[in-house]
């Protein structure tokens, strides 16, 4: 069972993550208050009562595949077409294509419930945005014409072509080809792996964006072309014509999100799949990059989704098992294993990771919303440097916090966690890609020291920080307790994320970029930590007074989290300036040698 | 593949855990140098060639159920026959009964072999190792006469049978009853549910454990007795007799260990299973502890051998999987991504758990052992103070790492983790277990502190401290940098468990039970953080100039580990004294009220 929490999700974007300021600049009239709690209040219903019963079937029946087709799970095509018919698809699209051009804020927040549902379900439709953004900017007006409307409603979903075998991470290695046809459209050719609902029985047509490299292409992702291949071509009124040279030869047994299918594709192995292409010849991966920004976010919000789950979970069991006596229980019988202190403090864990991850996860979603609504050029380049600073770090963190929830939910269970029949397993098992896809987690850490720390030649990440110091000052002088309590944690976790930070640019410029990488994954979380132990107090000091349980018990979770997990940062700190010494020493092929 | 690390392994019992102290105290002809490398050699082959491949297709065959009967995966059980031919089953055992009566340390170093084997394979041998103390230590001759010998040998399996649906953690809730029977046996009626090899098809006969109530029994855990019920009766002269009143009612379906089959047992639906009683009436606790604890340890050796395991795994993959280029990489094309530094940083990562793993387990055997063999009866019982502090830690820290390993193991496979073929995401499925069974990680917390802190009033665990001290200043004097870098983590990380563990020990004096429970949890990784940063350093020390590389590799292995993971100690150290009003004030059923 899922419950969405509305109340949580609706003060952390009026509260923490800024949403007034973008109903500012978005009208505030067309924005009102009661359509954000409308939308909120109706996305919550249908997640929880359409898309989460679905989940575990699907875990169990998987995407089976025979003949060249894929069958999604029992109740997945229904469920799918009440969904788009809702218009949940279309939220954040432009309004030129049946958009509803609402801000990603919004987005966001439906879409962490969307995960919270199933995140396998959630998958597809996360794919399709990405298509339609990389449509809208990027594509000429004739495919707009074409695709767009049925891609922003949903009528067809869209799919991300990037991975092959030999080139994962590394871009540079994509063998896939493009020839030019005398038409102005291209022959594609070309093995693509791990193809995210790459075939399914959702819809009628799939709108596929791939990547391919032209004859006379530059070397390495200089020489990368976008492509949009439909799996039916298109007539010019619209109708579906023949099928195009592109098939799905295969899907992955997965360790989780069995409900997504992960497909191989080969495209052109009759002769050529005709393709259309994207934006320029050769400036592919910029439009790629479209999708993929939001696509880290949207993954970020993945391990929000699941850690949300994750955490209702485990604390409906732990009310409903008893074992023992907890301390001071004045009960009958043995005690509700919720009230043992070891599992106050699992179940206090994995709601201030959930808490951080909705936190960092918005307040990215306000920075990339203010991107394109705030009033001058200058305030749109700051808050693109802020969604660039912020979605490495929402992407990471969130996923891995993710993982840890989920984790921490199963030995909340005990030994019912390991059984299947529980549920709490398929979190982790979903959970786990997270950290994975859309670049890995090592790869988010060194985008945010190699790329976000120089914005602004450095200036912004100081400015960031000195938000975050700011927060903190605030709470050192205010009256409650818990507030000044976790302030005087979150101060030297500042400092030391100043200093990490200071030294990581230091040496950058110095050139020692080993140096820098060997402490890239420590700063990324040290980072994370010390912006969500600040937005947790930044929440904590933002209550009205409507809800004294509520607010005192956000006081009591940023307190938690400030005695706990912010209790790494003195250590991660260290580890960013002193460890690279040993990690760069390190010599694999020469340990491995010595093994057995 | 896997291989078996058997340098590794011979220096940590003999430099770090103090395997010479326990060959004089066993006599040093029986156990010579010679004897100790053939065994443990052998087992390395035994593991890496006859059980590891059968790891695989074991967690994708499973152990279907049909009819009562539980059919065993491909290879398993000439596998289990060729091993107790081996004599593997019997290494520890008594020489009474056939066994060879070595040390827990060699057994456990060999179960290291068989755990990173395979998991789910070296499981069955585990209980029946437990069975077979038990039987030594508290049951009559008779029945030792009777069964002894075939359970040491092998031909015969063990099983342990606590568990009930209402009855996890808190045996106090059992409710299988026996009833005395005119002969002297019982008759036993009950459910038990996880009961790991409770059916199979590798022996003849299955001699099940069981615990149950008499009738007239006091309430509670001093009520509670425990029996022999074999699957078949067996005559005097030693033949398989009659099928008794017990069976497998169904299996568990899993999250990991797939090879294993997890079964409830139904005890007399018949009119009663017989049983004989192992030691005294209401007092089968105390003869189930003595399974327990040993297999506490054996547990923590699961999380030790998937760690190792796993490391192998992902090294080799990192050595031979390309991507990028790797900063100051002279050779060509794409690196391999073990020279990435974020790579090189999980690897040590990896290896630095399994290490420390390595080391606090097989001091933990040492520490048993000396309980048994040392010349006094006061240094037996110092050692079995010792055992009894180390078993928890050894326990939880050595699955928290497995899971950690194995988690990180599948991240540096990118994609391929996620993909079950690969074999990564066996290692967490598996492993995930090991943090939850036998105790789960937050009870053997709450036995540190609770149980363990004041063993000899509290002098004991304060002298461990101080041995640790030793070893911290003996490495700050020294003249390797690396060495003396190491001992200047560890000293203040030894600071804070010592306030630490004086913090522990006032509240319980105090009376403030549930404060120290709050912080038992942080309390047990920092305990097992310093212990392992000792032990490295300890490793680090002891080098005798025979493999230069080797030793160099350890001390960069010691200080990575103290530049890293023994980082958290600062903030465990407070989380233990600082935590507990916020975690205690924390109201689940509230929250939950709140929700949605």
């Given at each position: 069972m899922y419950r969405a929490p509305l109340a949580e999700i609706a003060f952390t974007l009026k509260h923490v993550a800024g949403l007034p300021q973008v109903r500012d600049a978005y009208g505030a009239e067309e924005l009102g208050e009661d359509l954000v709690e409308a939308i909120l209040t109706e996305a919550g219903r249908?997640?929880?009562?359409?898309?989460?019963?679905?989940?575990?079937?699907?875990?169990?029946?998987?995407?089976?595949?025979?003949?060249?087709?894929?069958?999604?799970?029992?109740g997945w095509r229904d469920c799918y077409h009440h969904w788009i018919e809702g218009g949940w698809n279309a939220l954040a699209a432009g309004t030129d294509f049946g958009g509803q051009g609402l801000p990603v804020m919004l987005n966001i927040a439906a879409l962490e419930m969307w995960n919270s549902a199933s995140m396998a379900f959630a998958l597809g439709p996360t794919l399709t945005m990405g298509a339609v953004e990389a449509l809208e900017k990027h594509a000429a007006p004739e495919l707009q014409e074409k695709y767009l409307a049925k891609l922003v409603s949903g009528e067809w979903m869209g799919t991300m072509n990037l991975t092959e075998p030999q080139a994962g991470s590394d871009l540079n290695a994509l063998k896939a080809r493009a020839e030019r046809n005398a038409d102005g459209s291209y022959r594609i050719f070309g093995q693509k792996i791990y193809i995210t609902y790459g075939e399914h029985d959702l819809t009628d047509n799939i709108i596929h964006l791939v990547l391919a490299r032209l004859p006379d292409a530059p070397a390495g992702t200089r020489g990368i072309s976008l492509f949009l291949v439909p799996k039916f071509f298109v007539n010019d009124d619209g109708s579906l014509g023949a099928r195009n040279d592109v098939r799905c030869a295969g899907i992955e047994h997965k360790l989780g999100i069995h409900g997504s299918p992960t497909c191989t594709m080969i495209y052109g192995d009759e002769g050529g799949a005709t393709g259309w292409l994207i934006?320029?010849?050769?400036?592919?991966?910029?439009?790629?990059?479209?999708?993929?920004?939001?696509?880290?976010?949207?993954?970020?919000?993945?391990?929000?989704?699941?850690?949300?789950?994750?955490?209702?979970?485990?604390?409906?069991?732990?009310?409903?098992?008893?074992?023992?006596?907890?301390?001071?229980?004045?009960?009958?019988?043995?005690?509700?294993?919720?009230?043992?202190?070891?599992?106050?403090?699992?179940?206090?864990?994995?709601?201030?990771?959930?808490?951080?991850?909705r936190a960092i996860c918005y307040s990215c979603a306000h920075a990339i919303d203010m991107a394109h609504l705030a009033a001058t050029p200058e305030e749109r380049a700051h808050w693109a440097s802020r969604a660039g600073l912020l979605t490495p770090i929402a992407k990471a963190l969130s996923t891995d916090f993710g993982v840890e929830s989920a984790s921490l939910g199963i030995q909340v269970h005990?030994?019912?966690?390991?059984?299947?029949?529980?549920?709490?397993?398929?979190?982790?098992?979903?959970?786990?890609?997270?950290?994975?896809?859309?670049?890995?987690?090592?790869?988010?850490?060194?985008?945010?020291?190699?790329?976000?720390?120089?914005?602004?030649?450095?200036?912004?990440?100081?400015?960031?920080?000195?938000?975050?110091?700011?927060?903190?000052?605030?709470?050192?002088?205010?009256?409650?307790?818990?507030?000044?309590?976790?302030?005087?944690?979150?101060?030297?976790?500042?400092?030391?994320?100043?200093?990490?930070?200071?030294?990581l640019k230091q040496a950058q410029a110095d050139g020692r970029v080993a140096e820098a990488l060997a402490g890239a994954t420590p700063y990324l979380r040290l980072a994370g930590l010390v912006l969500g132990g600040a937005l947790l107090l930044k929440g904590a000091m933002a209550g009205e007074g409507q809800d004294p349980a509520a607010e005192a018990h956000r006081r009591l979770l940023a307190r938690h989290f400030a005695e706990t997990l912010l209790g790494e940062t003195a250590g991660l700190a260290r580890d960013v300036t002193g460890a690279a010494g040993a990690i760069l020493a390190f010599d694999p092929a020469a340990l491995s040698a010595r093994i057995g």
């Open positions: 249908f997640a929880a009562e359409e898309i989460a019963p679905l989940n575990k079937i699907a875990d169990r029946q998987g995407t089976p595949f025979a003949n060249g087709t894929v069958t999604t799970p029992e934006g320029e010849e050769n400036r592919g991966l910029a439009c790629m990059f479209t999708m993929m920004n939001n696509a880290r976010l949207a993954v970020g919000v993945q391990g929000l989704g699941v850690s949300e789950r994750a955490f209702q979970h485990a604390l409906a069991y732990a009310l409903d098992r008893r074992q023992g006596r907890a301390p001071g229980d004045k009960g009958e019988g043995m005690s509700p294993i919720a009230l043992h202190p070891d599992i106050k403090r699992t179940l206090l864990a994995m709601q201030a990771r959930t808490q951080v991850a005990g030994g019912m966690g390991f059984i299947e029949e529980t549920g709490a397993a398929q979190h982790l098992r979903d959970a786990r890609i997270a950290p994975i896809y859309e670049g890995t987690n090592g790869i988010q850490a060194i985008d945010l020291v190699q790329r976000k720390l120089p914005l602004e030649g450095g200036a912004h990440v100081d400015g960031f920080i000195a938000e975050l110091k700011a927060i903190a000052e605030a709470a050192a002088a205010h009256s409650d307790e818990d507030i000044k309590a976790t302030a005087a944690h979150l101060l030297p976790a500042l400092d030391g994320l100043s200093s990490a930070t200071a030294w």
